[in-house]
C-alpha cells in the first residue's frame, strides 16, 4: 500500500521502511551486528524483505554465527512482515527488531537482547544518511544507512539450546535497500579496539552511473566522541584497494588526514544478497577478521591513531578487480 507520508518520512530518517509503494525488483534489509562480553559468540541478526521481478514477494531472518562460522535463511510468508511509519520497528510474527530491542523466537534461537548508549549517525537535512546528498538520487542501485556505530547489550539468548549472556557486549546496526548489491564491492566493520567506544566501518562499491560506473567509497570512524567521514561526496579520495589471498589494504586521504587500512580475512558463511530484488546472490562474510588502522595527520605529520579492531566483520565480494582501479 502506499503510505506518502510514511515514504516521505523514511526520506529524513533512514532506519524506517521505504518500500511503502515498491511491487517489485526491490529489497530492505537490517543488519544487527552482536558480540558478547568475552568476544566468543559473534552474530548477525538480519531481517527483511525482497520482491523479485515478477512481485513474488519473501521475507526472512537470516542467522549469522561468526564464531561457528555458519549461517541459516528463515524464511517467512510476506504478511507477516510489518513496519511501522513512525518509528524503527520490522516484526516477523513473534520475532520484533527495534533501536532499543531484539526479540527472537526462531526454531534455533530464542530470546531477547536490549539497546543502549547508542552512538546514532549525525544527520543533516541535506545529508539525511551516511551516503551524503547520493541519498536523495533517485536512481541509485543500492542505497546504505549506519543506524547505529555503537551501542551497549543487556541480555540473554538461547542459541541451539544453549543459553548466552550479553550483557556487556557491543552492537553495530546498519541497513541497505534498492534493487541489487553492487557488481562488487569490499565491507569490513568492527568496533572492537583497544579502548571501549571506537567505531570503525568501510565500504568500497562499483556503483552504476547514468551509463557508466564509479568506484565510490564510504568509511566512517569513530573516536574521541567524533565521527570522522571519509566519502566520495567530503572530497576524499581513493589512493588505493588492493586485494590478496590474505585480505585488503586500502589508503584514503582528504585535505586533513591518511588514513591506512588493513584488514585479514578469516574463515566465513554464506549470505544470501539479492539481485534485482530477487535473494539468489551468495556472498562470504566473517565475524573474525581482523582490522588494522593508522591515521596520520598531515598538518603534524604524526601518526594519531594506531590500533587493530577485532571481531571485524568482512565482505570481499563480486569482481574486486574494479575496485582496485579508483576512477
Known amino acids: 500500500m502506499f503510505k506518502p507520508f510514511a515514504y516521505l518520512r523514511a526520506c529524513f530518517h533512514h532506519e524506517l521502511y521505504h518500500g511503502w509503494f515498491k511491487k517489485k525488483k526491490f529489497f530492505e534489509g537490517w543488519y544487527f551486528k552482536i558480540v558478547d562480553k568475552t568476544g566468543n559468540h559473534t552474530f548477525a541478526f538480519i531481517p527483511g524483505i525482497a520482491m523479485d521481478e515478477h512481485g ?11 564464531s561457528a562460522v555458519t549461517a541459516r535463511y528463515h524464511k517467512f510468508d510476506p504478511v507477516y512482515f510489518k513496519t511501522n511509519t513512525r518509528r524503527f520497528k520490522v516484526k516477523l510474527q513473534e520475532n520484533s527488531f527495534s ?4 526479540k527472537l523466537q526462531l526454531p534455533d534461537c530464542k530470546g531477547q537482547l536490549h539497546f543502549n548508549q547508542h552512538v546514532y549517525w549525525n544527520k543533516k537535512w541535506w545529508a539525511p544518511g551516511i551516503m551524503g ?14 543506524i547505529s556505530m555503537y551501542s551497549n547489550l543487556t541480555g540473554k539468548l538461547m542459541i541451539n539450546g544453549r543459553e548466552i549472556d550479553f550483557t556487556g557486549g557491543r552492537a553495530y546496526i546498519e541497513k541497505d535497500w534498492g534493487r541489487s548489491f553492487p557488481a562488487g564491492w569490499l565491507w569490513m566493520q568492527s568496533n572492537h579496539f583497544s579502548k571501549p567506544d571506537i567505531s570503525f566501518k568501510l565500504s568500497v562499491a562499483r556503483i552504476p552511473w547514468i551509463g557508466n560506473a564509479f568506484t565510490g567509497f564510504i568509511c566512517a570512524f569513530y573516536y574521541n566522541n567524533k565521527t570522522q567521514v571519509f566519502a566520495t561526496y567530503t572530497g576524499a579520495k581513493l589512493i588505493n584497494c588492493q586485494f590478496s589471498d590474505s585480505g585488503a589494504d586500502v589508503r584514503l586521504e582528504d585535505k586533513q588526514f591518511i588514513l591506512k587500512v588493513h584488514a585479514e580475512k578469516a574463515p566465513g558463511a554464506e ?33 594519531i591513531f594506531n590500533d587493530t579492531g577485532k571481531f571485524a566483520g568482512l565482505e570481499i565480494a563480486g569482481n574486486t578487480h574494479v575496485l582496485s582501479n579508483p576512477t
Not at 56 to 66: P, R, S, Y
Not at 99 to 102: E, G, H, P, S, V
Not at 283 to 296: C, Y
Open 56 to 66: 513474488n514477494k519473501q521475507a526472512f531472518i537470516q542467522v549469522l554465527d561468526g
Open 99 to 102: 533501536l532499543n530491542r531484539l
Open 133 to 146: 546528498w547520493y541519498s536523495w538520487v533517485p536512481f541509485m542501485e543500492c542505497y546504505h544507512q549506519v
Open 271 to 303: 549470505l544470501l544478497s539479492p539481485i534485482l530484488g530477487l535473494m539468489e546472490g551468495r556472498v562470504q562474510e566473517s565475524m573474525q577478521a581482523v582490522i588494522h588502522i593508522t591515521l596520520i595527520s598531515k598538518k603534524e605529520n604524526r601518526i
